[in-house]
């Protein structure tokens, strides 16, 4: 297969906004793809060479790509960086030199080649590989032709910018593999409990949707995490569930799910997919002394913890964790305690369909806790005031508040869903006048006055999954200090475009606009609607949408969440009708 049809597919995506027909034309591709090629082509559709999980990193800083593109076009490399800098991207102005220097080269580069060159980018190592990743991102250039040099590049930079996600590629999957919508579950299901949309797709051409059912959850592969709905009210948490719960303190930290698998190595991984067993190996070797069963999935929350004195410390303290360098200090300064609540494989089993009591029993079964080694402090409740009070001793003991957790015999884990089987229940709730919420930026205002030079204000977003969309839902400026704002601009640079992304519904104009990527959390008194902002757009009314109003920032950095971990618009639907319930002085 050529490497060119998946470029004319990638230009054809890039200029489609309708969800149907990115689904249609990247179906397109799909069909045109020999079936070994298809988990490759799946990656490569995702901006990636292999699934996300396994973290391989073509780590290839732009100075180096920009003196590719100089050899492949015997330009300088200073009249490249001029170029990049004119078009705001490395890929089309690679493809705009190119088609200067290379204008009738005929495509040759086929697709497991350059899949093949990507991988050796990739594992590239030590002290000559920065020459050698440039000879080998050189040959592909040398051979590619413009369009081709715009995606390669593209890719090498992490910026594919197509305007789709994995929902999408699921969506034309299931299409033109499964035979349809009918399919689309079943693949979905595997890619939560695999992450690995390649495993999926593989499956489903070899075995059709029967084999992707199949798919089990295994040790080395992260499940995507189960999510919590939120709740304000003791009494309404209670019917939701079924007039009893499991009251569990929610630990105020990182989400993590460690793996050990049958090697003995233990691996970590982020709700994000990220490796972070090198960040944490003070984690990793609790594990090795507390986890009994010699292959397990293990999940909890990693929290900054002072043992002697059972003082759980605030989540600040354990994103200082979260760094490449200066480990060991960081290991001896902050230290951690791992608070588990799950627990997902043990000893060749798939616990996932096995009801939430008996998971919780298999994973006391399976621990032996130690000072820094713990369960997730859990009461069983049946009354508004024993919630109540499991509430105030959980934030008296220093969490956020509690995740409430049915304990019907249907409570399997739901890989990747916030369904009502979890409800949280937090301090911030009782504090404020509303709930904080997790919005991606995708845009920003210059600032005037005392902001000259920065931004003023910035446009958020709340994913819509059925659509793959990020829709607006407000503009904040408050609650930055000097030093966010200060920060702002190298955040958000790499995310720039001259032009609002496809994956963006917005109805204004800011001064930039972003890929959605960065993740904040933001406090708001109220929701309203709106005909400017376009969350949840026409369900509440007719042409409105809903509208934060009197929204601040934090503080908090949502690094640990993807632009698609952002809280939902059908969260903001529910916050919404929530509110209208309520007396409006609560
Ligand atoms: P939040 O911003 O409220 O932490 P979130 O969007 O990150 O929420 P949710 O699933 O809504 O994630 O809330 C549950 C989160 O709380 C989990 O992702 C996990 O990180 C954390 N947590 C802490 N203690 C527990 C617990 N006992 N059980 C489940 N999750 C817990």
Redesign the pocket.
């Known amino acids: 297969m050529e490497y060119r049809t998946v470029a004319e597919a990638y230009r054809d995506l890039e200029q489609t906004s309708s969800r149907l027909a990115l689904i249609d034309r990247l179906g397109e591709l799909l069909a045109a793809t020999p079936a070994t090629l298809l988990p490759t082509v799946c990656y490569l559709c995702q901006g990636l060479i292999a699934p996300q999980f396994a973290g391989v990193d073509l780590g290839l800083a732009e100075k180096l790509a920009v003196r590719a593109v100089a050899t492949a076009t015997g330009i300088s490399p200073g009249q490249v960086t001029g170029s990049v800098q004119e078009t705001g991207d490395l890929g089309l102005a690679a493809e705009q030199l190119m088609s200067a220097t290379a204008a009738g080269r005929a495509a040759s580069l086929q697709v497991s080649a350059v899949a093949a060159t990507l991988r050796q980018i990739a594992d590239a190592e030590g002290p000559r590989s920065q020459g050698r990743k440039l000879d080998l991102l050189g040959g592909l250039l040398a051979r590619a032709t413009p369009l081709e040099a715009r995606y390669l590049l593209r890719l090498i930079s992490g910026e594919l910018r197509l305007g789709i996600g994995t929902p999408t590629i699921l969506d034309a999957l299931a299409q033109v593999h499964g035979g349809g919508r009918a399919a689309r579950p079943a693949l979905e299901r595997a890619y939560n409990i695999c992450c690995d949309l390649g495993q999926v797709a593989s499956a489903l051409v070899s075995g059709g949707v029967v084999a992707v059912e199949q798919i089990r959850v295994r040790p080395g592969n992260p499940v995507r995490?189960?999510?919590?709905?939120?709740l304000s009210d003791a009494d309404e948490i209670l019917v939701k569930l079924g007039g009893r719960c499991a009251a569990?303190?929610?630990?105020?930290?990182?989400?993590i799910q460690a793996h050990r698998t049958a090697d003995g190595a233990i691996e970590l991984f982020t709700?994000r997919l990220e490796r972070v067993s090198a960040q944490f190996p003070d984690v990793v070797a609790l594990l090795a002394a507390g986890l009994g069963p010699a292959e397990a999935i293990v999940?909890g929350?990693v929290v900054a913890y002072d043992a002697a004195a059972g003082e759980l410390r605030p989540f600040g303290e354990v994103m200082t964790r979260r760094r490449k360098h200066g480990i060991d200090i960081a290991v001896r300064d902050v230290p951690v305690g791992l608070?588990c609540?799950?627990l997902l494989f043990a000893d060749g089993q798939d616990l996932t369909q096995l009801p939430y009591p008996q998971r919780r029993a298999r994973l006391a079964g399976a621990v032996t806790v130690s000072a820094q080694l713990r369960l997730?402090t859990?009461t069983e409740v049946t009354n508004a005031a024993a919630l109540e009070a499991a509430f105030g001793q959980a934030v008296a003991d220093g969490?956020?508040g509690l995740?409430c957790?049915s304990v019907s015999p249907d409570t399997g884990y739901r890989a990747g869903a916030?369904g009502w089987l979890?409800i949280?229940l937090?301090r911030d709730y009782r504090t404020e006048l509303s709930d904080?919420v997790?919005l991606a930026v995708v845009g920003a205002f210059a600032g005037r006055g005392r902001r000259v030079g920065v931004y003023g204000a910035l446009l958020l977003a709340a994913y819509d999954p059925d659509a793959d969309v990020f829709r607006t839902v407000t503009k904040c400026g408050a609650g930055f200090t000097d030093a966010d704002l200060a920060a702002l601009p190298a955040r958000l640079a790499p995310l720039a475009r001259p032009d609002k992304p496809a994956t963006v519904d917005a109805r204004q104009q800011p001064d930039v606009w972003f890929e959605p990527g960065l993740v904040l959390?933001i406090l708001s008194a109220e929701l309203t609607l709106s005909p400017t902002y376009t969350a949840a757009w026409g369900e509440i009314k007719e042409n409105a949408g809903l509208a934060m109003r009197f929204p601040r920032f934090t503080g908090r950095w949502?690094d640990?969440?993807s632009a698609r971990?952002a809280?939902t618009t059908r969260e903001l639907t529910e916050l919404y009708r929530t509110a209208q319930r309520k007396p409006a002085s609560t």
């Open positions: 995490a189960m999510l919590a709905q939120r569990e303190y929610k630990y105020d930290g990182v989400r709700r999940e929350e608070f609540f799950e997730a859990a969490c956020e995740v957790k916030r979890w949280k937090k904080t997790d959390e949502r640990d969440k971990d809280s």
